[in-house]
């Protein structure tokens, strides 16, 4: 089992905004985004699986950091999606597409689950659901109220418990749990990498 304690994150994320409040932020890039801006971010790879009808490049960013390019470059992305490069147990890239952020206001929790059998977010020690079963290779969401939580990751067939986050929330935050054969990793969703098209 893993442990991992996420005491303070910054106030600064700003992935729960819609595409066009993010892309009026100039701050957030030094040249900003389209106004169809697709975003993806690379987690624990580095590596490029072409996907979405384009090559896109890694960016220059720390975990956690979306670039984007425009929708009207790539073949089947809609504009303000969301996209996580990660890889499988055997090092594989695969392109995870993310559920909606639209609950403003709210803390949004992400489990990206790069297993090879299916997960579920729980509150630990015997608390309710806060995510449901997540197959290998996909992603699920919550939207919460600022809270602090102990989670735990689970395998949603055998109930064997992967690994636990506690988290300390607040309003406008949001924070993704990539969830590997190993270990539960809490990263803190981010803008910042910039474009990903030359």
Same mark, same amino acid.
């Given at each position: 089992?893993? &442990?991992?304690?996420?005491?303070?994150?910054?106030?600064?994320?700003?992935?729960?905004?819609?595409?066009?409040?993010?892309?009026?932020?100039?701050?957030?890039?030094?040249?900003?985004?389209?106004?169809?801006? %697709?975003?993806? &971010?690379?987690?624990?790879?580095?590596?490029?699986? &072409? !996907?979405?009808?384009?090559?896109?490049?890694?960016?220059?960013?720390?975990? +956690?950091?979306?670039?984007?390019?425009?929708? /009207?470059?790539? *073949?089947?992305? /809609?504009?303000?999606?969301?996209?996580?490069? #990660?890889? *499988? !147990?055997?090092?594989?890239?695969?392109?995870?597409?993310?559920?909606?952020?639209?609950?403003? $206001?709210?803390?949004?929790?992400?489990?990206?689950?790069?297993? *090879?059998?299916?997960?579920?977010?729980?509150?630990?020690?015997?608390?309710?659901?806060?995510?449901? !079963?997540?197959?290998?290779?996909? /992603?699920?969401?919550?939207?919460?109220?600022? %809270?602090?939580?102990?989670?735990? @990751?689970?395998?949603?067939?055998?109930?064997?418990? @992967?690994?636990?986050?506690?988290?300390?929330? &607040?309003? +406008?935050?949001? %924070?993704?749990?990539?969830?590997?054969?190993?270990?539960?990793? #809490?990263?803190?969703? $981010?803008? $910042?990498? $910039?474009?990903?098209? *030359?």
């Amino acid at each position: 089992m893993t &442990r991992i304690t996420l005491l303070s994150i910054a106030a600064a994320s700003l992935i729960g905004l819609t595409p066009a409040s993010v892309s009026a932020n100039t701050a957030l890039y030094e040249v900003p985004p389209p106004d169809d801006a %697709v975003f993806v &971010r690379w987690l624990n790879t580095s590596a490029t699986p &072409r !996907a979405l009808g384009v090559d896109v490049a890694p960016a220059r960013a720390a975990p +956690g950091e979306f670039g984007h390019f425009p929708a /009207s470059a790539s *073949d089947t992305a /809609s504009a303000g999606a969301h996209f996580s490069v #990660v890889a *499988d !147990a055997d090092g594989h890239a695969h392109l995870v597409e993310e559920p909606v952020r639209d609950a403003l $206001g709210k803390v949004h929790l992400l489990l990206i689950n790069a297993t *090879d059998v299916p997960v579920r977010m729980v509150v630990a020690e015997g608390g309710s659901e806060v995510i449901p !079963a997540t197959d290998p290779l996909t /992603s699920g969401m919550r939207a919460v109220n600022p %809270v602090t939580a102990t989670l735990a @990751i689970v395998n949603a067939i055998s109930g064997d418990e @992967i690994g636990t986050a506690t988290l300390v929330l &607040r309003r +406008g935050q949001d %924070v993704t749990l990539l969830v590997t054969s190993r270990n539960v990793e #809490v990263i803190e969703d $981010g803008f $910042g990498a $910039g474009p990903l098209l *030359d």
